[in-house]
């Protein structure tokens, strides 16, 4: 029972780590709404910023290391989750008390991981390893990188997909580490639900509007 609650407990700090992180990502790519000059200097001095702060760097790896940790701790409670439900997990009738997203949190998982993947690839990845044309102000061009990808239709279908998957797992998550934090008292019960309901929506719909705009633009 202890290591269940340890396992829970590092999911939901994790978690609550990421879900800030969120909120930072999504200021700093929300200047891919401004008309393209602007967009293009801001965005890439951001990116330039972002590479190359010392502060920013040890934020980076404990977001990767949130991210490794969030994921093998998802894993490992699922383990024990099906091996503690056994065989007779295929006749319960869960989906009457549960939230679709709350019995799929695997399905989920998994699109966001084979998104991270992508998303690292072709953004991280390219950025810090590959030659790069460089902007009026000498920083590499991640903007033409971004508006290229994303004026292809079926890559905005990933990313959109893959947004809906983050919305579900975010509204999930919120109640959980909530729970598993102490944080959802009955007194209180409402308004955890208010700001998880907003969060979610807020985060998912300002990364689903990025994609759209810059391909119907």
């Known amino acids: 029972m202890k290591n269940t609650l340890n396992n829970k407990l590092i999911m939901a700090s994790t978690g609550l780590f990421l879900c800030f992180f969120l909120v930072i990502h999504l200021l700093g790519n929300l200047q891919l709404l401004l008309p393209e000059d602007i967009a293009r200097e801001q965005f890439n001095w951001y990116s330039h910023m972002l590479s190359g702060n010392f502060l920013i760097k040890i934020i980076s790896w404990i977001l990767y290391a949130s991210l490794i940790g969030h994921a093998v701790y998802a894993l490992i409670i699922a383990i024990k989750n099906n091996t503690a ?8 009738k869960r989906n009457f008390a549960s939230a679709w997203n709350s019995r799929n949190m695997g399905i989920l998982g998994t699109i966001l991981l084979l998104f991270l993947i992508v998303h690292f690839k072709d953004y991280w990845y390219t950025y810090k390893f590959t030659a790069l044309s460089v902007d009026a102000n000498g920083n590499k061009d991640l903007y033409e990188i971004v508006v290229s ?69």
């Open 85 to 92: 439900n056994g065989k007779s997990y295929q006749y319960d």
């Open 149 to 217: 990808s994303f004026s292809q239709a079926w890559y905005v279908i990933i990313y959109e997909i893959s947004f809906l998957a983050l919305g579900f797992h975010l509204l999930h998550g919120f109640f959980s580490a909530s729970r598993t934090l102490g944080l959802y008292h009955p007194k209180y019960a409402k308004a955890v639900k208010i700001i998880g309901w907003f969060y979610s929506l807020a985060i998912t719909g300002g990364f689903m509007a990025i994609p759209l705009y810059i391909y119907f633009k």
